[in-house]
């Protein structure tokens, strides 16, 4: 039973995560029980798919958990280490393609109704410019992926330089 009790630890923390992240998706989106995630903005209405959100979250409140929880220790024990490289390196390509969903719905596909497509203007030679919400988003997402990757080397830079002091 000794054996069993840093796993089941650790089941708990990942429970607090999963929690957590049930409450954020509830309360910032408003999530329904088709498997859809939707977001109220001024007039516009934005649906997301639920995993489309909830893994990105989930993996960014395990990453966070674990970071703080295991910094505390200075990275020194392997089990919570494993989880919080995992949920890193998992986070990483996840936000990617969050972003890459942010940007083709932050631009202008060509269902817009008025004014006729004659009217419009041309877009250059780099494409159709991405609404400012998207870019501001897209950007902090990409200071986020950022600071995962440094976060992840910092960890494990420890745990590393921790595994070759105590042998």
Known sequence: MNSFKPMLAELFWLTIAFIVTMLVCSLVFHWDNWGTLDLQMHDTYIVFSAATIIAPIFLLVTFVLYFIKESRKRFSRKVPNVILLMAGLGLIPTLS???????????????????????????????????????????????????????????????????????
């Open 97 to 167: 393609f969050v972003i890459k969903a942010l940007v083709v719905l932050g631009t202008n596909c060509g269902w817009t109704a008025y004014p006729p497509l004659s009217m419009v203007p041309e877009s250059g030679p780099e494409g159709p410019e991405l609404n400012p919400f998207a870019a501001v988003l897209t950007n902090v997402l990409t200071v986020l992926q950022i600071m995962v990757t440094v976060a992840l080397l910092y960890a494990v830079f420890h745990w590393g330089r921790g595994t070759k002091e105590n042998s």
